[in-house]
């Protein structure tokens, strides 16, 4: 192999290494905004969790509310 097809060859090895390490650095950004969507998804999670909660204390308040007050409609 001639020094000048030696040179090309390492020419093009340095380009694709060079977009590589350029695919790796957006890979890694992509990862950590994924983890960061990640935990948050979890917040929001837990927040309906617990608002899903609230409703069911105040529809056993609202039903105790209609009892005590005789306002309780019949199942069809």
Do not use: C, Y
Request: charged share 35%; glycine share 2%; proline share 1%.
């Amino acid at each position: 192999m001639n020094e000048q097809t030696e040179s090309l060859i390492l020419e093009h090895l340095r380009a694709i290494r060079a977009k590589l390490d350029e695919h790796d650095l957006k890979f890694e950004n992509i990862t950590q905004r994924v983890g960061s969507l990640e935990k948050h998804v979890a917040v929001m999670q837990g927040d309906i969790v617990d608002i899903r909660h609230s409703i069911d204390r105040m529809e056993v308040r609202l039903s105790r509310i209609e009892k005590r007050l005789d306002i309780v409609e019949e199942p069809v």
